[in-house]
């Protein structure tokens, strides 16, 4: 997956890997500046969690994570709270 921010011309390319039923598929991408000079690296699960690293720091972000499921979650079909 490719985006663009045309504002500022920042840009980030995203690639989804599917694993299967027994692995967890994840994510990994780059984000640059408008220059093209990679700024972060972008890994993770979409089941678990995403993960930010500036290149220059190696400060980690954590840019999104599951939610906290549901009390007795597997009677509610896996719906998460914003779905029930």
Excluded at 31 to 36: E, H, I, R, S, V
Excluded at 41 to 62: C, P, R, Y
Excluded at 70 to 76: F, L, N, S, V
Aim: hydrophobic share 35%; proline share 2%.
């Amino acid at each position: 997956m490719y985006a663009v921010n045309h504002a500022t011309g920042e840009r980030a390319i995203l690639n989804f890997v599917e694993r299967g039923w027994t692995c967890d598929s994840y994510i990994t991408g780059t984000m640059y500046d408008a220059d093209g000079a990679e700024k972060y690296k972008i890994t993770g699960s979409w089941m678990n969690k995403l993960v930010m690293t500036n290149i220059q720091t190696k400060e980690e972000f954590v840019i999104w994570e599951e939610p906290e499921q549901p009390k007795d979650t597997a009677r509610q079909h896996g719906f998460s709270n914003c779905a029930i």
